[in-house]
């Protein structure tokens, strides 16, 4: 079974910065899709950023100029860096896999992001 292990997340002032992390039990190369999605108070999952194989890296319209995600393979980690950070960004952020190969999905436990003054 494979663990997806978020952290990074906290309260932060507007216009501030986080990086989240996800810390994967197994390496990064057995994913076909990597990805960030957040979950707002009342409201659906929502993807933010997420980078595949066959598509590239695709961010949301909300995060597009402020968030990037990376990933490290050495680490078997994948991050979303989120700057000039807004009081709508506060959600609870999971990070997400897809197995190569098949349609197997995994999810982090998630961690909450409060941007407020």
């Known amino acids: 079974q494979v663990q997806l292990v978020e952290s990074g997340g906290g309260l932060v002032q507007p216009g501030g910065s986080l990086r989240l992390s996800c810390a994967a039990s197994?390496?990064?190369?057995?994913?076909?899709?990597m990805g960030w999605y957040r979950q707002a108070p009342g409201k659906e999952r929502d993807m933010v950023a997420r980078?595949?194989?066959?598509?590239?890296?695709k961010y949301a319209d909300s995060g597009k100029g402020r968030f990037t995600i990376s990933t490290d393979m050495a680490k078997n980690t994948f991050y979303l860096q989120m700057n000039s950070l807004k009081s709508e960004d506060t959600a609870v952020y999971y990070c997400?896999?897809?197995?190569?190969?098949?349609?197997?999905?995994?999810w982090g436990q998630g961690t909450q992001v409060t941007v407020s003054s």
């Open positions: 997400n896999a897809e197995d190569l190969g098949s349609t197997t999905t995994y």
């Open positions: 197994r390496s990064l190369s057995s994913f076909a899709v």
């Open positions: 980078v595949s194989l066959g598509s590239g890296i």
